[in-house]
Antibody, heavy 127, light 108 residues
């Protein structure tokens, strides 16, 4: 059974960089069928896709966050990480890591969905 | 960018009722549409992928339909354990995955 676990500081000061790590067990971040994503949810609000990374290092980010987001992968530790720079109170949220199952046929995506999720971690931006 | 309009934003129904949630895309997305259930304090859970495919282990009272721009999620007989917020998610060929606004389902 695949499990994902987020870790990192629960409190970040405004203007600083939020850093989180997702540790994967029961599966490998190097598996070619999956992307590894971050999703967040401000308190009482809906879900926002942040972006994902493939084991090769290729990434795709939400255009609204792209200038501040970096997602990286460490295959030796079976982990992937999120950095969000210049945070403000609006970045306060529960941050989830999640696996994306993707299947392609001749370069065309035929399915993509988040099949396994971490439990989420609350990050508060406050001085 | 493709916009997803999910409705209603909340609903109240009785146990045993049929519940329907809709998601409308701003342009044709074929069947690139998933549905998730999120219970309070928990991570979302995949219920339906590719518009109509039931994820393994999900009760058959949950179903999805639609293609193009209009999609429907149905609970055929609402159960107390179905109290949650439901989200649609569309994806494109990159793929980018974006969520609808959510529908909170409560028991009347």
């Amino acid at each position: 059974q695949v499990q994902l676990q987020e870790s990192g500081p629960g409190l970040v000061k405004p203007s600083e960089t939020l850093s989180l790590t997702c540790t994967v067990s029961g599966g490998s971040v190097s598996s070619g069928s999956y992307y590894w994503s971050w999703i967040r949810q401000p308190p009482g609000k809906g879900l926002e896709w942040i972006g994902y990374i493939y084991y090769s290092g290729s990434t795709n980010y939400n255009p609204s966050l792209k200038s501040r987001v970096t997602i990286s992968v460490d295959t030796s530790k079976n982990q992937f990480s999120l950095k969000l720079s210049s945070v403000t109170a609006a970045d306060t949220a529960v941050y989830y890591c999640a696996r994306v199952f993707v299947r392609q046929h001749f370069g065309v995506v035929v399915t993509a969905h988040n099949d396994y999720w971490g439990q989420g971690t609350l990050v508060t931006v406050s001085s | 960018d493709i916009q997803m309009t999910q409705s209603p934003s909340s609903l109240s129904a009785s146990v045993g009722d049929r519940v329907t949630i809709t998601c409308q895309a701003s342009q044709d997305i074929s069947n690139y549409l998933n549905w998730y259930q999120q219970k309070p304090g928990k991570a979302p859970k995949l219920l339906i992928y590719d518009a109509s495919n039931l994820e393994t282990g999900v009760p058959s009272r949950f179903s999805g339909s639609g293609s193009g721009t209009d999609f429907t999620f149905t609970i055929s007989s609402l159960q107390p354990e179905d109290i949650a917020t439901y989200y649609c998610q569309q994806y494109d060929n990159l793929p980018r995955l974006t969520f609808g606004g959510g529908t909170k389902v409560e028991i009347k």
